[in-house]
């Protein structure tokens, strides 16, 4: 999974050691796709036959914590439920024609709150990307 090896090269920024455990508690979370209490993703890797320790997955967890790889939300009564921090985020501009590829500024961060307001939705994520033609093909179309 290409993310993951993306997450490697995070951890190992941050002098993390990339340890098995650590790996597949990244690729629960990455696979899951949603915020995941310590009790989830300790059922997770029971399934998948990784038997750890309740008290590991915490640990290496608030070692996450602690150096910005996950953080933590605490959605009222339920128990503590961790997600993974993107990197910065933005969008991209695309060119239909030689697929140069720009990045946008995010315009949507008051709308996503106010979808979250509105349907009671804790939102996670949104996706956008806008195609066009830059303006070195726009000068090529016209020979
Ligand atoms: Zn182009
Ligand atoms: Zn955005």
């Keep these: 999974m290409d993310e993951l090896i993306l997450w490697k090269k995070r951890l190992k920024d941050k002098g993390i050691r990339w340890t098995k455990q650590r790996a597949a508690l990244l690729r629960v979370l990455l696979q899951v796709k949603r915020p995941l209490s310590a009790q989830e993703i300790f059922v997770e890797l029971e399934e998948e036959g990784i038997n750890l320790r309740l008290s590991t997955v915490y640990r290496n967890l608030n070692c996450f914590k602690a150096n910005g790889i996950v953080r933590n939300l605490n959605f009222d009564q339920q128990e503590n439920k961790f997600e993974l921090i993107k990197g910065e985020h933005h969008h991209h501009l695309i060119c239909v024609n030689c697929e140069?590829?720009?990045?946008?500024?995010?315009?949507?961060?008051?709308?996503?709150?106010?979808?979250?307001?509105?349907?009671?939705?804790?939102?996670?994520?949104?996706?956008?990307?806008?195609?066009?033609?830059?303006?070195?093909?726009?000068?090529?179309?016209?020979?």
């Design 100 to 143: 140069e590829i720009k990045p946008l500024d995010c315009p949507l961060q008051e709308f996503e709150a106010e979808v979250d307001q509105k349907t009671d939705y804790a939102i996670l994520e949104h996706r956008m990307k806008m195609y066009g033609i830059c303006p070195n093909c726009q000068k090529k179309t016209g020979d």
